[in-house]
């Protein structure tokens, strides 16, 4: 169960599709008064929502509603919450997730960011809170981007419009997280940013005091980023982590 009410007042965030429409959500949680709660917030805020109370039907959903973020709860009847995000990635694999969790032992957010998830909230939640953390995921992700959408540091592209990323004209892929993480690293090529700068601008809020998801990330990025190459990224111990060309 939830805790909270459906927000009655403030204004709805100005976040659509390109053409204009409202973006869509996929809340997927065996509990169905949960999920009619979450709707009922979510469309308050302006948001197109669609709902499933298991994995199959949330994968079948997907491919049909193709939604812009999903919030999607570990423990389903069918299949974990894992397997469900795996088979997502599969069509969408940019697509933003929030994972809901009973659980908050470090060991399962870990395997949820691991498998691919940006974020996660634990039972009990308010649903300002789940409608708060998503909002933060598609501010990030819908941005509009500058005419010149091409950021390049040494070997390594991103294009800001299109998410695709090369390094050395090998393409990475990477999740929607990883790749705001990429990007802001190489905004402020040379430039040591903290963790504390990290969580407010990938993030847009403090992770719970905890930049261990930082260093998480970070170490994700360097699997994709610098395996097998020069290393890009760098840790300033003490300071936070910068991104410059190889030598």
């Known amino acids: 169960?939830?805790?909270?009410?459906?927000?009655?007042?403030?204004?709805?965030?100005?976040?659509?599709?390109?053409?204009?429409?409202?973006?869509?959500?996929?809340?997927?949680?065996?509990?169905?008064?949960?999920?009619?709660?979450?709707?009922?917030?979510?469309?308050?805020?302006?948001?197109?929502?669609?709902?499933?109370q298991d994995g199959a039907t949330a994968a079948k959903i997907a491919r049909e509603f193709r939604p812009d973020a999903v919030v999607l709860d570990v423990m389903l009847p069918d299949m974990d919450g894992l397997e469900v995000l795996r088979r997502l990635r599969a069509d969408a694999p940019?697509?933003?997730?929030?994972?809901?969790?009973?659980?908050?032992?470090?060991?399962?957010?870990?395997?949820?960011?691991?498998?691919?998830?940006?974020?996660?909230?634990?039972?009990?939640?308010?649903?300002?809170?789940?409608?708060?953390?998503?909002?933060?995921?598609?501010?990030r992700t819908s941005r509009a981007v500058s005419d010149d959408s091409v950021l390049v540091v040494g070997d390594l592209s991103l294009d800001e419009e299109s998410h695709e990323v090369t390094r050395g004209g090998e393409d990475i892929r990477l999740t929607a997280t990883e790749f705001e993480l990429l990007r802001y690293l190489m905004r402020n090529p040379k430039r040591v940013l903290s963790k504390a700068q990290i969580l407010d601008r990938v993030w847009q809020y403090d992770f719970g005091g905890q930049g261990n998801i930082v260093e998480l990330y970070i170490s994700y990025l360097r699997r994709k980023i610098d395996a097998g190459r020069e290393p890009m990224i760098h840790t300033m111990r003490g300071a936070g982590y910068l991104i410059k060309p190889a030598p």
Request: negative net charge; glycine residues 10%; charged residues 25%.
């Open 94 to 139: 940019l697509v933003p997730v929030v994972f809901l969790t009973a659980r908050d032992a470090v060991e399962d957010r870990i395997a949820g960011l691991t498998a691919g998830g940006d974020d996660y909230v634990t039972k009990p939640f308010s649903l300002e809170e789940v409608a708060a953390r998503l909002r933060g995921l598609l501010r």
């Open 1 to 52: 169960m939830t805790s909270g009410a459906v927000p009655v007042g403030g204004s709805r965030p100005q976040l659509t599709r390109p053409d204009g429409s409202p973006l869509r959500v996929l809340v997927v949680d065996d509990e169905l008064s949960l999920c009619e709660l979450l709707s009922m917030a979510l469309r308050y805020e302006g948001w197109e929502v669609s709902t499933a």
